[in-house]
């Protein structure tokens, strides 16, 4: 079986659906000539051709407007926003427009559209081209939003995404990129979007995580094994609108003690919305308080190496947090 890191797997399996269905289009800033700024359509236009790889101005307004009118034409649009950070200008046509064309024509028809964007920090990105966007859309019925932290669940949900009837936004962590590898079948197959995965079992506390501190968390797991004979049960949401219930609360059920560790800004996100859910449901099943771990409530990320790294957690913070929850 193959093995490919994350980005690869994104321009292989894009590929494949374009080259199995015409009515796949790709639009967005420099994705023709230059193939992304990730290289993630790298090639396309050579064998696409120019009216299914479409360059657009440096409008993402535009990019979505338009890919929603393809989509209500029949085609499959997937647009590209080359970083998250640079969405807010196509907020409205995605809220206002794509959320809820199911419910404005009374389920008549959806809009088939997939917005791709990397987010996340921890590239040196800076103030715009290293935020988490995740929460700002979770909050917005009609829409579905998936993270995929593995090349395994890329190419699975991005050929569930492209086929959903409604909008998803699909978004990929930059640091993951290049450094997270791993097996991916040649052959087609989706990962249904709302399941969420167990990354790692255990019977001593449930972590919940998705993107880079997945990674984080998992490494903190494996350690925490290493050194205390403590095993963390580790889940992977995978898409967080809709969330897994069943399997997150199924696993804190058996623990009793969850950890919720994001990226995005603690106050008001991810985190928050899961905690709250496992405080309704299972608070005569746990053993603790539920513990959040996320960015600081700063407006974005700092771009001087030394503040960037202050900003997100880490593996030893996570680590830390694991002990004293397991030990509580």
């Known amino acids: ?8 797997t994104i321009h292989d399996t894009m590929w494949d659906l374009m080259a199995n269905d015409e009515r796949v289009v790709v639009l967005g800033e420099d994705v023709g000539q230059r193939g992304g700024v990730f290289l993630a359509t790298k090639g396309f236009l050579d064998k696409f051709g120019e009216e299914r790889v479409i360059d657009t101005p ?4 535009s990019i979505v407007g338009h890919g929603i009118g393809m989509a209500l034409g029949g085609l499959l649009p997937i647009c590209e926003i080359q970083f998250a950070d640079f969405i807010h200008p196509a907020f409205n046509q995605i809220v206002q427009e794509a959320a809820r064309l199911r419910y404005r024509s009374n389920g008549d028809f959806g809009c088939p559209i997939v917005i791709r964007a990397p987010y996340g920090a921890g590239v040196h990105g800076g103030l715009y081209h290293s935020q988490s966007v995740e929460a700002l859309f979770a909050h917005v019925p009609g ?6 932290s593995t090349p395994y669940d890329a190419k699975g949900l991005l050929r569930a995404a492209l086929y959903d009837p409604d909008p998803v936004l699909y978004f990929e962590h930059k640091k ?15 990962v249904p979007i709302g399941t969420a995965a167990v990354k790692r079992e255990g019977d001593v506390l449930t972590v919940i995580a998705y993107g880079l501190m997945l990674h984080h968390c998992m490494d903190a797991a494996d350690r925490l094994a290493a050194e205390e004979s403590i095993n963390v049960e580790v889940i992977d949401p995978r898409s967080v609108a809709p969330m897994d219930w069943e399997c997150l609360l ?16 603690r106050t008001l996100g991810v985190g928050a919305e899961i905690s709250a859910r496992i405080g309704e449901e299972l608070f005569y099943d746990l053993d603790a308080p539920v513990v959040r771990i996320g960015g600081p409530d700063i407006p974005a990320t700092p771009y001087c190496k030394v503040l960037e790294d202050f900003f997100l957690p880490t593996p030893g913070q996570i680590y830390d947090a694991m002990l004293e929850l397991a030990r509580y």
């Open 1 to 8: 079986m193959p093995v490919k890191n994350l980005i690869n």
């Open 58 to 61: 440096l409008a993402e307004c």
């Open 143 to 148: 829409l579905k939003i998936v993270l995929p």
């Open 176 to 190: 993951c990129y290049r450094g997270v590898t791993g097996e991916v079948p040649d052959e087609d197959y989706e």
């Open 250 to 265: 199924g696993s804190v059920a058996k623990t009793s003690k969850a950890m919720i560790v994001i990226e995005d800004n």
